[in-house]
């Protein structure tokens, strides 16, 4: 039982999946059955796109960890090199979630 809840712990965080120090995907994970279901999202316009399965191990080794969508979206932005004061005046104008926003709810797998 207390391994279940550990790994329910980790249900919700925004992740970034690594390759050689490079973002490769971007995603959230929405469950945990033994292995993390982690919903990947587009970096061309933020939709969800689809579901990939980590083991525990997979995903300690290659994901980096955000507790909110706001710290997701900069590490994101900056890791492209963007001008991160000009994405968070656009974050600001389409109404997104800043850094002392509640994260949006939880999808569910599909």
Known sequence: MTEERNEKRWVGLFVHIMEDGEILY????ISCDGDFVIRRYSFADGRPTD???????ELV???R???NEWEWR???NAAMGYDLEWCERVDE???LSGPDDPPPALEQPV
């Open 26 to 29: 971007q995603g959230r994970i």
């Open 51 to 57: 579901t990939i399965r980590l083991s525990p191990s």
């Open 61 to 63: 080794s290659n994901c």
């Open 65 to 67: 960890f955000y507790e």
């Open 74 to 76: 900069r590490a994101g």
């Open 93 to 95: 104008l389409l109404g």
